[in-house]
């Protein structure tokens, strides 16, 4: 049936009074359950997104321009110890499909061990091999342009890639002279390359894929792959946005509850509805979203709530708890014997600027297809690669009183999964698989070091009931010792980097921190004064772990004492990954939606054949 309408509706009283499934937020994963639920024309899928639809306007688009500020909703952390007192941005998307459309499009899988380690945390089929083919069921992978093949270390086999997926992965066209120099001075210190960084092994110096249409070298995100392939095409399917998501009003089932509607208000007019869901509630709100929700509705530590007058309707102690990102802080170093062009030249002339964004135009080449401020080179490298003091590192990690550092008020529950949390942390960073740094570099004189395994935690909580209002955001950046410590060992090993023959073929002098900053304790309170608390992938805030350790869902994703409530979105993760999450978001959310259909078309075919034996 040809479609009549888009998807989308402007306010609630556009939107029917009920759907089978409710998605609260159209990001990422609200966009991939919603795509795969409407498959079936019988189900009916309402998203509820905070954001606009993106106009594929700016950098939505274009790899190399900056993001328009109306699809942005950041916020400020309260003041980090670890930071010397500074607060930290938390980033947040305010769009239909989230983060992937205003991230820096590096897309890459994690290593295998990182997968493994949340089977530990008692989650059965949450394992590498069980999220592989959802990683390339999500996406089309094209091979690099010819010349950059032949420049970078990129291996020719496709085994590893989905060739069929809504989101494209591949490279850029073009690239800045310097970067070859980039992968010659890691070579030159020891750290290969890896060609191969999609294949459950990370560690090395390798060329990533970015989430990219090979073809008109524009964005691929969960906007373009799957919300626009559907809009109007399927009437089962409709979109709310500009609309901020207040509550989920519950019922008594029998021992448990039952989310039964969402309610919901107009950015616009501030009026308010609700919509009933018949069969499930999906939270899709993001880790730093979702955890505000569910306390808004009554669900989390029983203390937050009281002290705000919010009605307890279930007792999660762990709701905004286990809140993790990786800790980020940026050198400065001067190329001062490199007269090429890098990405430093798209910011500071004008001229140049513009002559690539007319030859993207033209033909869709030039810089301009390179990701803003990002880039497809990096390097990975596990603790042991990165300091030769692994063990002394490990061993006084060990020692670490986790009681004494743990997030406030954090309950007894909590705090046994961060104690199994640490013990499995402490078993990556002995295996030489697991990667506990990066050193991102596009060949501009900022270059960024995340670390990518922290041990420290943080919390997410309200402080209003005002849903509108931003939560409180603790990163406790820092408040784990061995996160400093590797920072500070990441520093040495980038300077060394640094100092290698081929970067100073291009005169690479350092500006910041300053190569005056010598000894392990002015490089650690120069990385306090330095780092943010974020490499943009806020996880964690509502994890996947057993009940007993502080865990709001379990393996099927589904909220604790609650029947028909799941959340799918990067809050689930127990452990953060040691690489950037879009495409692990994905790989979840298609996870969960290839089994909510496979259980739709069970029940179907039950209730034919129940039909049919009735009526022999």
Known sequence: ???????????????????????????????VIANRLTEDPKIRVLVIEYGDVDELDGGTAVPGLPIPDKYLRNYQSIPQKGLNGRTSIVYSGAVVGGGTVVNAMFFNRGSKADWDSWELLGN??????????????????????PQIAADYPISSDLSPHGMHGPI??????FQFPIIKNFYRAWNQIGIPSNPQPNDGLTNGAFYSTISIDAKNQSRSSAF???????DGQRPNFHLLPRHSVSKIKFEKQGKNLRAKRVKFISRDTNRTFSVEAHREVILAAGAVHSPQVLQLSGVGPKKLLSDLGIKQVLDLPGVGYNFQDQPSFYLVFNYTKYDGKSADNLMSDKSYEDEQLALYYKNRTGAETLPYTGGSSVTFLSLKSTSEKYQKIISDSKAVDLSAIAAAGSDPTVLAGYKAQSDILLDLYANDDVSVQETAFNGASFVPVAILKPLSRGRISLNSTDPLAAPVFDYGTFSHPTDLTIAVESLKINRKFFQADAMQEVGAEEVKPGAHIAGDEEMAEAIRNLAQSTWSHPSCSLSMMKREYGGVVGPDLKVYGVDNLRVVDASIFPLVPATHTSWPVYAVAEKVGFASFLFIVVVVAITQCSRLLCCA
């Open 224 to 230: 373009t792959g799957y919300y626009k392939p559907i």
């Open 1 to 31: 049936m040809a479609p009549t309408q888009r998807s989308y509706r402007k306010d609630g009283t556009e939107i029917d009074r009920a759907y089978d499934y409710v998605i609260i937020g159209g990001g990422t994963s609200g966009n």
């Open 168 to 173: 494209g992965a591949s490279f850029a066209n």
């Open 124 to 145: 059965p089929g949450w394992n590498w091999e069980g999220l592989l083919p959802y990683f390339k069921k999500a996406t089309t992978f094209t091979p690099p342009p």
